[in-house]
């Protein structure tokens, strides 16, 4: 599987809370410090660097290198290696699609591009995200109980203040490293047993491109890319595992999603309505989605007469594009729009993500990645048979 590692997505809204540095809450000089970097990062125009990123989980230690070039509104090359032969890819955005190149394979795969290069980072680093998106850091506080200024690093040659989530959820932290002009020049995060770091160097910003430096230039005997089958789809984690997903046994967000079909759904109805459901997070753009939907959808059809269902939710796309591979995937399953905000009230912070809910509203299982085996399980003990 092209098991894609994802930053964390930081995706709450602001607040400051204004206490003494000493008591281990937020200061104002985090805040400063924070506001200049959102400031800073806002006024760029391109950008370049290459960066590290260390993810590490359980047994499991990989190395990502990254090169990136960003210009506004939306022109990208990151291209990326490392230990695990699923890394070499080269993503380009032209401005009006962006191809993703998987190296190893020599195949393709291509989607609209956001106006904004809202969809770029979700194949790049963290660092690429706040360029095309600054407000991710001004939505960082709320992640804990505000930011704080802990001290400095030396990051790559580089004096860079260190600022901390304070309080963040149990089993969680998040560190950013910010340099004298306020560019993010690193992350720290952990999410219970994932630990990331990423260290940035040989940063340049606002350098002028030549626009090849985005064009797609497709390689001799390249091949748009092909689903993988159930084989390959292996589990991320168990659903007791901490994650950093909403926990086994609370009660499941209740939410108004549109579907590609034109209906309006409240998520506690559906659950209702059913032994069981499973709410999936996905996007077009996400080899791993592209590998479970179908085994989903042959799940789907299996067993929705025998009370299960399964709303897919696309995260990021828009409506025309989630049609063009509904339709040509030929998929039964009903397909969520506008899912940004729920992924967030369902704490997704990578794809695919998937909970199985009990006619209660309560989650039964929750799974970074796709665990068929244990979505089956978990049916079952909801009564599908």
């Known amino acids: 599987?092209?098991?894609?590692?994802?930053?964390?997505?930081?995706?709450?809204?602001?607040?400051?809370?204004?206490?003494?540095?000493?008591?281990?809450?937020?200061?104002?000089?985090?805040?400063?410090?924070?506001?200049?970097?959102?400031?800073?990062?806002?006024?760029?125009?391109?950008?370049?660097?290459?960066?590290?990123?260390?993810?590490?989980?359980?047994?499991?230690?990989?190395?990502?290198?990254?090169?990136?070039?960003?210009?506004?509104?939306?022109?990208?090359?990151?291209?990326?290696?490392?230990?695990?032969?699923?890394?070499?890819?080269?993503?380009?955005?032209?401005?009006?699609?962006?191809?993703?190149?998987?190296?190893?394979?020599?195949?393709?795969?291509?989607?609209?591009?956001?106006?904004?290069?809202?969809?770029?980072?979700?194949?790049?680093?963290?660092?690429?995200?706040?360029?095309?998106?600054?407000?991710?850091?001004?939505?960082?506080?709320?992640?804990?109980?505000?930011?704080?200024?802990?001290?400095?690093?030396?990051?790559?040659?580089?004096?860079?203040?260190?600022?901390?989530?304070?309080?963040?959820?149990?089993?969680?932290?998040?560190?950013?490293?910010?340099?004298?002009?306020?560019?993010?020049?690193?992350?720290?995060?952990?999410?219970?047993?994932?630990?990331?770091?990423?260290?940035?160097?040989?940063?340049?910003?606002?350098?002028?491109?030549?626009?090849?430096v985005f064009a797609w230039n497709p390689p001799a005997g390249v091949k748009p890319y092909e689903e993988k089958s159930a084989e390959v789809i292996l589990p991320s984690h168990a659903p007791d595992d901490d994650n950093g997903l909403l926990k086994v046994g609370a009660k499941a967000p209740n939410l108004l999603i549109k579907t590609l079909g034109g209906a309006s759904i409240q998520l506690a109805e559906l659950f209702k309505q059913n032994k069981a459901t499973l709410v999936n997070f996905w996007f077009v753009g996400c080899p791993p989605c592209r590998e479970e939907l179908p085994h989903l959808n042959k799940m789907y059809l299996n067993l929705k007469s025998k009370g299960f269902t399964i709303i897919a939710i696309n995260v990021q796309d828009d409506k025309p594009e989630i049609a063009k591979f509904w339709k040509k995937s030929k998929f039964s399953i009903p397909a969520g729009l506008n899912g940004g905000s729920v992924a967030q009230s369902y704490q997704v912070s990578a794809t695919p993500t998937n909970y199985v809910v009990g006619n209660n509203g309560k989650i039964l299982a929750a799974y970074l990645g796709y665990d068929e085996q244990g979505i089956r399980a978990a049916v079952l003990r909801a009564g599908v048979k």
């Not at 990062?41 to 290198?65: G, Y």
Request: net charge positive.
């Open 1 to 212: 599987m092209k098991d894609l590692i994802k930053p964390l997505i930081l995706s709450l809204a602001l607040s400051f809370l204004i206490i003494t540095s000493q008591s281990g809450t937020a200061d104002k000089l985090g805040e400063s410090l924070l506001q200049h970097s959102v400031e800073s990062t806002s006024h760029l125009q391109s950008i370049e660097f290459e960066v590290e990123v260390h993810t590490k989980v359980r047994t499991k230690d990989v190395i990502r290198n990254v090169a990136v070039k960003l210009t506004r509104p939306n022109f990208a090359r990151v291209v990326s290696s490392g230990t695990d032969r699923s890394m070499k890819t080269t993503i380009t955005s032209d401005g009006k699609q962006m191809t993703t190149l998987f190296r190893e394979d020599n195949q393709f795969l291509r989607s609209s591009v956001d106006l904004n290069g809202g969809n770029i980072f979700t194949l790049g680093p963290v660092e690429a995200a706040v360029f095309f998106n600054p407000d991710l850091m001004n939505r960082l506080p709320l992640m804990g109980k505000g930011i704080k200024r802990i001290g400095t690093q030396l990051i790559n040659g580089v004096q860079c203040d260190v600022l901390k989530v304070i309080s963040p959820p149990k089993g969680s932290s998040f560190t950013i490293y910010t340099g004298p002009d306020g560019l993010l020049r690193g992350t720290s995060t952990v999410n219970g047993e994932t630990v990331q770091e990423s260290r940035v160097k040989k940063l340049h910003s606002n350098s002028v491109f030549a626009s090849s």
